[in-house]
């Protein structure tokens, strides 16, 4: 069977087509692991003695939620409990509020030392951790609370608040 010129054009035409296609495959694909790659899932921590509250984000809304607030005795109780959230809400990335002091920001109070040791009891899950400043985080938990009329603690408010603050910062 012979082929005629036509058809060779039209052969010639449709492997071009498809090896154009593929190439905007390829770079399709490209855009949308870049764009995808940067999205990732964030739980802000608001550590206390007795009360965790907490706060999920992630990186493309910029937008920060009050989610739990979690109580414990033991502070492996509280690590198992998150791992499972982590797990559950396929978290990336951990940003815990930080209780600077307003004089002397760098230096280590009791409470910074207390976080810090929560810090390293969540190394454990192997996620990527960032410390933020929470001062008037709680201030502004309770005057939202005050706004919606709401009495009581909400860690989790607080825990939203900064987590909001540093995806503000941060993205």
Do not use: C
């Not at 154009?20 to 964030?42: D, T």
């Not at 999920?56 to 009050?66: H, Y």
């Not at 933020?132 to 009329?149: P, T």
């Amino acid at each position: 069977m012979a082929i005629s010129s036509n058809d060779e054009f039209r052969m010639s035409n449709i492997e071009y087509y498809e090896q154009f296609s593929f190439k905007q495959l390829q770079v399709r694909n490209s855009i949308f692991e870049i764009r995808y790659s940067k999205y990732m899932r964030v739980l802000g921590i608001d550590f206390g003695a007795k009360r965790i509250g907490l706060a999920l984000g992630d990186t493309e809304a910029r937008l920060a939620s009050p989610w739990a607030v979690l109580r414990y005795d033991h502070r492996n109780d509280a690590v198992r409990e998150i791992k499972k959230i982590i797990e559950a809400e396929r978290i990336e990335k951990i940003v815990v509020g930080m209780p600077y002091p307003f004089v002397g920001p760098e230096r280590e109070t009791e409470q910074i030392k207390l976080v810090r040791g929560f810090m390293d009891d969540l190394r454990v899950l192997g996620l990527a951790m960032e410390e933020a400043d929470e001062r008037l985080s709680s201030q502004l938990a309770i005057r939202f609370m005050h706004e919606r009329g709401e009495k009581g603690k909400r860690d989790d408010l607080a825990a939203a608040a900064i987590l909001q603050t540093w995806l503000d910062k941060t993205v």
